[in-house]
């Protein structure tokens, strides 16, 4: 058996190969954006999965969420009907951070700090971590410091930071300082594919 790992900055269609056993997708939604007053945007979920081949279907919609901006909710991550992530919302909205089992770190408020996110020390999957409110600093995501984008492993495993005051959210899925945007959402999918059979002599 071998793999394919494919990344969707936008949105795609996906087809599903011959010979596949199974996927697993890791699916990061848009972040929220922080308003210009104080608050600041909530990071967004992961929303990982393993499905078998008999489960899909020929062709799979992938919508990736859009980061926030102006206070406003980013986008969720969809692959097909089969899952979605939950975006960050604007601090408009609260500054929630995307729900999930792994969960968008919260927005802070006026002079508060963005919420940091982990799913524990050995998982190094984790949500966008909160952006900061005014005059504050953003939160953390897993291993990830506030206001950090592209981290090592974020094509399948780290999400971005919150971003500071003014900041936008780290890519991907960070939550959008005070003033800032949210970061853009991520699907990663990886194809689990059997061999093909050896050519006969």
Known sequence: MHTVIRFYAA????????RLDSIEVFERAGGG?????SGGGGGAAVHPRRIRASQLPDTVAIIVGPGGDHGN????????????????????HGGIGGQSNM????GGGPNQP????????VALLAGGGGGAGSGSTGGASGLVPA???????????QSGGGGHTGQPGGYPAGGGGAGAHGAAGLLTLIEYLFEPPNPTP
Request: proline share 7%.
């Open 73 to 92: 909710d980013g986008g969720p991550t969809v692959f097909g009907e089969l899952l979605a992530a939950q975006p960050g919302l604007g601090a408009d």
């Open 114 to 121: 963005g919420r940091s996110v982990t799913s524990g020390a």
């Open 147 to 157: 206001g950090t984008s592209h981290p090592v492993l974020w094509q399948t495993g």
């Open 11 to 18: 949105n795609a269609t996906w087809n599903k190969p011959t």
């Open 103 to 106: 969960r968008g770190g919260n």
């Open 33 to 37: 954006g922080g308003n210009a007053d």
